[in-house]
C-alpha cells in the first residue's frame, strides 16, 4: 500500500506530539486555492507555503493562508513540510510529487494524476519506494449527489442498472488557462472533464472491457467529447463533457434500472430525483452540504485522517492510474475512430 510504512510513523508523531500537518501548496489557480482554502478549516492543519507562477498570485494566497511564498522545489524539500498539494498544469505533476516524494513528502495531486501513463507509473513507483502516500483528488467521490447515487446502486433500488448518461460542460478555457489548448500538456477536455465522470463509471460499476469515443475540436477553445463504455455484464454507459457550454458550468446524470431511475442536474432546485414505473418518487434523500463541509473540505478532511491512521487513501495513486488509462483510451479510440479493449492496470 503507498505510504502505510511511513504513515504509520507519521501518524504516532502527530498523534503523541500535537504537532498540526503541515502543508505546502504548489500552484494558485482554482484548484490550488480550493485546496489551501479548504485545509485552512481544518484541525491541525497548517498551510505554511504557496509556490505559483505569476509570484504576485502566490503571494496573494500565500497572505491569505498566513504562509510564506517559496518555490515548488524549496517547498517539495522544506523540512517544514509534510504534505505536497500538487496543483500545477497538468503535465508537471510527475515532476513535483516523484521531487516530494523522494525528500519524504505525502503528495496529494489533482487529477488528472498526470499526463501520461508512464508519468503517472513513475509518480506511484517513487512513492511506493519511499513509503509515503500518494492521493489523487477526484472529488466527485465526495458529492453527495454521487454517493447517493453510489449507495442507491448498491442497495439495489434501481434494480438491475441498464443505462447510465452522465455530462459535465463548462465553459472555453482558453482565454484564461492557455496551457488548457495544448493538448499534449492538458489532455484537452477528455482528461481536464470527462475524466471526473470516467472515475465515477469505475466507482460506481467496476472495470469496463471496451470504449468507443468521437472528439470534435474547434477554434477558441472549443471542444467537445463523446464516449462509450461497455461492460460485458453491465450498463452501457455514455459519457458526454464539453468545453463549449457558453450558459456555464453543469454536470448531470441519468440512470435506469429496471426498477426505477435516478436523475441528477446541477441546474435544478432539486438536484438528485428517484423516479419508478408507478411515477415520479420525488427527490432522493442526502445530506445537505454545507460550505464547512465542501466536498473539497471534505475530501482533504477524510485524507488528512487516513494519514494520521497509517491508512489508504480513498483514491490512491493506484486508482487515479487506472483512471487515467480510461481517459487516455478515451482518446485513443477518438484519434483512431475504433472501439479499444480495456484492461485497467494492476
Not at 214 to 225: D, I, N, P
Not at 305 to 327: C, F, K, N, Q
Given at each position: 500500500?503507498?505510504?502505510?510504512?511511513?504513515?504509520?510513523?507519521?501518524?504516532?508523531?502527530y498523534t503523541?506530539?500535537?504537532?498540526?500537518?503541515?502543508?505546502?501548496?504548489?500552484?494558485?489557480?482554482?484548484?490550488?486555492?480550493?485546496?489551501?482554502?479548504?485545509?485552512?478549516g481544518?484541525?491541525d492543519?497548517?498551510?505554511?507555503?504557496?509556490?505559483?507562477?505569476?509570484?504576485?498570485?502566490?503571494?496573494a494566497?500565500?497572505?491569505?493562508?498566513?504562509?510564506?511564498v517559496?518555490?515548488?522545489?524549496?517547498?517539495?524539500?522544506?523540512?517544514?513540510?509534510?504534505?505536497?498539494?500538487?496543483?500545477?498544469?497538468?503535465?508537471?505533476?510527475?515532476?513535483?510529487?516523484?521531487?516530494?516524494?523522494?525528500?519524504?513528502?505525502?503528495?496529494?495531486c489533482?487529477?488528472?494524476?498526470?499526463?501520461?501513463?508512464?508519468q503517472a507509473?513513475?509518480?506511484?513507483?517513487?512513492?511506493?519506494?519511499?513509503?509515503?502516500?500518494?492521493?489523487?483528488?477526484?472529488?466527485?467521490?465526495?458529492?453527495?449527489?454521487?454517493?447517493?447515487?453510489?449507495?442507491?446502486?448498491?442497495?439495489?433500488?434501481?434494480?438491475?442498472?441498464?443505462?447510465?448518461?452522465?455530462v459535465?460542460?463548462?465553459?472555453?478555457?482558453?482565454?484564461?488557462?492557455?496551457?488548457?489548448?495544448?493538448?499534449?500538456?492538458?489532455?484537452?477536455?477528455?482528461?481536464?472533464?470527462?475524466?471526473?465522470?470516467?472515475?465515477?463509471?469505475?466507482w460506481?460499476?467496476?472495470?469496463?472491457?471496451?470504449?468507443?469515443?468521437?472528439?470534435?475540436?474547434?477554434?477558441?477553445?472549443?471542444?467537445?467529447?463523446?464516449?462509450?463504455i461497455r461492460?460485458?455484464?453491465?450498463p452501457?454507459?455514455?459519457?458526454?463533457?464539453?468545453?463549449a457550454?457558453?450558459?456555464?458550468?453543469?454536470?448531470?446524470?441519468?440512470?435506469?434500472g429496471?426498477?426505477?431511475m435516478?436523475?441528477?442536474?446541477?441546474?435544478?432546485?432539486?438536484?438528485?430525483?428517484?423516479?419508478?414505473?408507478?411515477?415520479?418518487?420525488?427527490?432522493?434523500?442526502?445530506?445537505?452540504?454545507?460550505?464547512?463541509?465542501?466536498?473539497?473540505?471534505?475530501?482533504?478532511?477524510?485524507?488528512?485522517?487516513?494519514?494520521?491512521?497509517?491508512?489508504?487513501?480513498?483514491?490512491?495513486?493506484?486508482?487515479?492510474?487506472?483512471s487515467?488509462?480510461?481517459?487516455?483510451?478515451v482518446?485513443?479510440?477518438?484519434?483512431?475512430?475504433?472501439?479499444?479493449?480495456?484492461?485497467?492496470?494492476?
Amino acid at each position: 500500500m503507498s505510504g502505510r510504512g511511513r504513515s504509520e510513523r507519521s501518524a504516532l508523531f502527530y498523534t503523541l506530539a500535537g504537532v498540526a500537518l503541515r502543508v505546502g501548496i504548489l500552484g494558485a489557480g482554482f484548484a490550488g486555492a480550493m485546496h489551501a482554502r479548504s485545509a485552512l478549516g481544518l484541525d491541525d492543519v497548517r498551510v505554511v507555503a504557496v509556490a505559483a507562477v505569476p509570484l504576485d498570485q502566490a503571494a496573494a494566497l500565500a497572505k491569505e493562508c498566513g504562509a510564506r511564498v517559496a518555490t515548488a522545489e524549496q517547498i517539495c524539500t522544506a523540512d517544514d513540510v509534510d504534505l505536497v498539494v500538487v496543483a500545477t498544469p497538468t503535465h508537471l505533476h510527475a515532476e513535483y510529487a516523484t521531487m516530494a516524494a523522494r525528500a519524504g513528502k505525502h503528495v496529494f495531486c489533482e487529477k488528472p494524476i498526470a499526463r501520461t501513463r508512464e508519468q503517472a507509473e513513475e509518480m506511484v513507483r517513487a512513492c511506493d519506494a519511499a513509503g509515503v502516500t500518494l492521493a489523487v483528488g477526484h472529488v466527485v467521490r465526495y458529492f453527495p449527489e454521487y454517493q447517493r447515487a453510489k449507495q442507491l446502486l448498491d442497495d439495489g433500488t434501481l434494480g438491475r442498472p441498464a443505462i447510465a448518461t452522465l455530462v459535465r460542460g463548462n465553459f472555453s478555457v482558453g482565454s484564461a488557462r492557455e496551457w488548457y489548448l495544448d493538448d499534449a500538456k492538458s489532455g484537452g477536455v477528455v482528461l481536464d472533464l470527462m475524466l471526473h465522470d470516467l472515475d465515477t463509471v469505475r466507482w460506481w460499476f467496476g472495470e469496463p472491457s471496451r470504449v468507443y469515443a468521437r472528439r470534435f475540436t474547434g477554434g477558441g477553445g472549443l471542444e467537445y467529447a463523446l464516449a462509450t463504455i461497455r461492460y460485458d455484464d453491465r450498463p452501457i454507459v455514455q459519457v458526454e463533457a464539453s468545453w463549449a457550454e457558453h450558459a456555464g458550468f453543469r454536470t448531470g446524470f441519468e440512470l435506469r434500472g429496471d426498477r426505477g431511475m435516478l436523475v441528477h442536474d446541477s441546474r435544478d432546485a432539486s438536484p438528485l430525483t428517484v423516479q419508478s414505473p408507478a411515477g415520479p418518487a420525488g427527490p432522493a434523500m442526502m445530506a445537505t452540504p454545507t460550505l464547512a463541509e465542501s466536498p473539497y473540505r471534505r475530501q482533504l478532511r477524510d485524507l488528512f485522517a487516513r494519514i494520521r491512521r497509517g491508512e489508504r487513501p480513498r483514491v490512491d495513486g493506484h486508482e487515479g492510474l487506472r483512471s487515467l488509462a480510461l481517459g487516455l483510451a478515451v482518446i485513443e479510440s477518438a484519434d483512431r475512430g475504433s472501439v479499444i479493449a480495456w484492461k485497467a492496470p494492476a
